[in-house]
């Protein structure tokens, strides 16, 4: 049961990162992945906040593991951040990992802590 | 975005749907069969991070030369599978719950190792997998 929530998540999460990232590079060119960012911090803060919130263990599949794991991604930040440093933009891989170590944990804590407090 | 825009967009959407759906099932499969410690911190998520990282290197320079007119084969296994498989979301709430239990050198082994390993597989696939794609051995310009 578990297994079939976290592919319902997956599918919506894995192409709403897909079009978020489009929509960014279409809007702010490709210099800086704001794509990837964007999602794995607001991925992170959703995460934070869901575990949070007493929830059964099929919508915690489906959100938490499915949908928030699929909206966030490592592996292409990483390539992201190796090609930014190989096309010479050290600057920016480094800004990008900064920011995604900043902005992804921080806003997992926020996401924690506000959900947390609010709930009691 | 106009409507003929959203119809070409379809296909790889749904094609990046399919892909997320099974790398994220990969990744709960393995997150079932070694389940996290008891110190917090997933280490089969740090395995899947590197893992991902490391195929994603490889399969970005496949897409580039050996399977250049494939549309589908880039948003269905690197955008679709190895996003889905690996996760930002999971590391990050790992990160901030391990320090909350008063872990603060676990929680700082688990992110430090993540991104190194991660980092470095991807820089090392791609480097060697352009290495024999290209027959040459060195860096194209």
Redesign the interface.
Known sequence: MSALMVVLGAAVGAPVRFLVDLELKRRFGEGFPWGTLAVNVVGSLALGSLLALPLSPELSALLGVGLCGALTTYSTFAYETVQLSRTGSRGRALVNVLAHLCLGVGSAWVGLTVAGALLG | MSLSERGS?LP???T??????L???S???L?VLWPPAASGVSWTILAV?VT??L???LL?ELVVHRWPGNRLVR?FW???F????????????D???TL?RGAPQVALVY?LL??AG??T???AA?SLAHRFLTHGGGRNP
């Open positions: 967009l790889l959407v749904a990046v749907s399919a892909g997320g759906a790398g994220a099932l990744r709960h499969a997150d991070n991902g990282s195929l994603i290197g970005m948003p690197g955008v679709g190895l996003g889905g498989y690996t996760t930002f979301s999971a590391y990050a709430t990160v901030v719950t909350e992110l993540t991104l991660a980092l597989a991807a820089w791609s």
